[in-house]
DNA sequence: CAAACAAACTAACAAGTGTTAGTTTGTTAG
DNA sequence: CTAACAAACTAACACTTGTTAGTTTGTTTG
């Protein structure tokens, strides 16, 4: 188990008080009460408040791309790749939940990055169209527009940050199947 | 057409710039140069920004409350309410897309009305719980945990805001049915 | 022991924050 | 014509913001 650095520490806090109050309402004198330090001595370890949102969601934004990357690769049926990618937002969710807000809600305030991660969520995007419209082709999947269905799905897995830690006995493996049966499935029986 | 006031302009500008960047981020002064005047003059029309961020938010949960109201007091089937809340979260989202975007992110920066939309929030919740474990008693709607199932689709209805406006020619009719086919009925074939 | 280092501190800065007070301007109603 | 009003303005306030400079403290290493 390998030591957490006091940079990995601040980070990690940072991107707690970010999924409470949002980026811009976290001052850096916050960050410092929350480490029990001044203000000041934040900047020994970071270079910039700007840094450390870089930090949070351009790591979890790239784990998404990996993780995209091997369910292309694999020669599954679409619904087993759809199920693929359903796990892989469970993992990386429950594992970064807290990262996941500041993906999600304050992505928009990324400068020098701001375009890299755009292009790494336009890619992952156009991907998950791709593996419906495949899908849709070969009659595994209705014939819905891509979009609504990417949209739909997609959305309630970038949520899942939102509710995992309200259940924390929840088991992530009867999530996972939960959500395939519901995502894939629909709720009708 | 009733004509729309100062006050109703400031708030409905505000509402544009609270999506982009969120409540903390826009300023007094970024909302003043949207509406071509100075931060000053602003307070002649309302009381503080914290008033801006309660009159968005309040307003649209208040419209969800009054059609859940409507959707509980109907005495059609569990599937057809659930289709009936898909129809709600439609009407309202496109209608108050940028009020939405405030709803869903910034809802806690809300002080004295926080309580109160806290309150909203969860009744709502709960009565839409109450509709998918009736379905569930009924043999309606397959017997998986109700928590799961109510996630999954209200996050997706709750996102709406951030994908309606990208197709300015979508349908809402259209993309109301295709909704239900994807949130009840799943992709699958 | 001395040198190096990690990690905290105090003090201060320039810029930006929401908001108030008091005033000016142009339009509408008596 | 004048009184009333809506809606803008300038100037300023007290406070908060991210960040820098320089210093102190205690621990680790040669």
Known sequence: MKQETRQEEIIRVAAKLFKEKGYSAVTMRDLATAMNIKAASLYNHINSKQDILESIIISIAEKFTVGMTSVLASNATCIEKLKEIIALHVEISSQNIYGMAALNHDWMHLESQ???????????????????????????????KPDVMMFS?????????????????????ELTNNLNEILIKGVVK
Chains 1, 2 share one sequence.
């Open 114 to 144: 701001l375009n890299h991660y755009k292009k790494l969520r336009s890619d992952y995007e156009n991907d998950f169209k791709t593996i419906l419209i495949e899908g849709v082709n070969s009659g595994e999947i209705i014939d819905i």
């Open 153 to 173: 799905i997609l959305t309630t897995l970038r949520s899942l940050y939102l509710w995992i830690p309200k259940k924390e006995d929840v088991n992530l493996k």
